[in-house]
C-alpha cells in the first residue's frame, strides 16, 4: 500500500526543512487547521531516534503557539493517530465553541453547517503567511 504523505505533501506547502513539513489542511469550516509532517516514513513517533522526536515536537509546538498567538481559538487540539495514514504527522488544530464540530472532535459528524466567520477565515490566511518566519529558526 502505498503512503499518501511519502507520495505528496498532505497539503498546501507552507514551510519546510530537512526533517518535516508544515502543510495547511484543506478542511472546510475549520480555518487554520494544520499538519506537521515527518519526511520520511516512519509509522509511530518511538521509531525515530529521539534527538528527532524533540526536534519534532520543537516544530509541533511552536506551530500550536504561533496559531494560538495569531487566531485566539478557544482550545487547541493536538492529535496524532495515524489509524488511517500510518506515518508519522501531527494535527494542529485551532478550535471555537461556534465551530462545525464542537465539542466533537474534528473527525466526527458536523453539529451545524454555519459558516465561517470572515475575519477568522483572514486571520487564518494572516497567520499561515507569517508562519516561514516563525519556523526560521528550525532551519537545517
Not at 63 to 69: Q, W
Not at 115 to 135: D, G, H, I, W
Request: with cysteine.
Amino acid at each position: 500500500m502505498e503512503c499518501e504523505l511519502c507520495h505528496g505533501a498532505g497539503g498546501r506547502l507552507l514551510w519546510q526543512n530537512g526533517l518535516c513539513r508544515v502543510v495547511a489542511v484543506d478542511a472546510p469550516g475549520l480555518p487554520g487547521f494544520l499538519r506537521v509532517v515527518l519526511n520520511r516514513h516512519e509509522r509511530e513517533m518511538t521509531d525515530l531516534p529521539a534527538p528527532e522526536r524533540d526536534r519534532l515536537m520543537a516544530v509541533v509546538f511552536a506551530v500550536e503557539a504561533h496559531v494560538r498567538l495569531s487566531l485566539e481559538p478557544d482550545k487547541m487540539n493536538l492529535a496524532s493517530l495515524g489509524n488511517m495514514t500510518p506515518h508519522v504527522h501531527w494535527h494542529v488544530i485551532p478550535r471555537w465553541r461556534d465551530d462545525r464540530h464542537f465539542p466533537d472532535p474534528v473527525w466526527a459528524a458536523a453539529r451545524h453547517s454555519a459558516p465561517v466567520p470572515t475575519a477568522r477565515a483572514q486571520a487564518a490566511e494572516r497567520m499561515q503567511a507569517a508562519l516561514p518566519a516563525v519556523l526560521s529558526q528550525f532551519r537545517d
